[in-house]
């Protein structure tokens, strides 16, 4: 099992930039595929990227694209979401995500995700 919190949310103008971190307990965290998901006001929870335990690759919702950029370092547990050239359509509660080691990919879906952070506030003003 595994326990997630996140930090770094807060308010920031559009085109600014945040850092968001997840740190995770336990002495597995490489064996764990890592995601971030948002909920923005009135909406469903939706998938925002995605490092798999692997390392070889990472996976974005096509409107943070090259904007956003997530990481992980395995030494110290923890994930992080770089968000840089935010726009107001980013305000959400941010939630880090973890499942084991999956070969299946779908890394999109919340459903596969058993454990989950508290949630960090993104607020961007226009």
């Known amino acids: 099992q595994v326990q997630l919190v996140e930090s770094g949310g807060g308010l920031v103008q559009a085109g600014g930039s945040l850092r968001l971190s997840c740190a995770a307990s336990?002495?597995?965290?490489?064996?764990?595929?890592m995601g971030w998901f948002r909920q923005g006001p009135g909406k469903e929870r939706e998938f925002v990227a995605a490092?798999?335990?692997?390392?070889?690759?990472?996976y974005y919702v096509d409107s943070v694209k090259g904007r956003f950029t997530i990481s992980r370092d395995n030494a110290k547990n923890t994930m992080y979401l770089q968000m840089d050239s935010l726009k107001p359509e980013d305000t959400a509660v941010y939630y880090c995500?973890?499942?084991?080691?999956?070969?299946?990919?779908?890394?999109?879906?919340?459903?596969?995700?058993?454990?989950w952070g508290q949630g960090t506030q993104v607020t961007v003003s226009s």
């Open positions: 995500a973890a499942r084991w080691m999956s070969f299946g990919g779908n890394y999109y879906l919340r459903s596969s995700y058993p454990y």
């Open positions: 336990g002495r597995t965290f490489s064996s764990y595929d």
């Open positions: 490092a798999p335990w692997n390392g070889l690759s990472t």
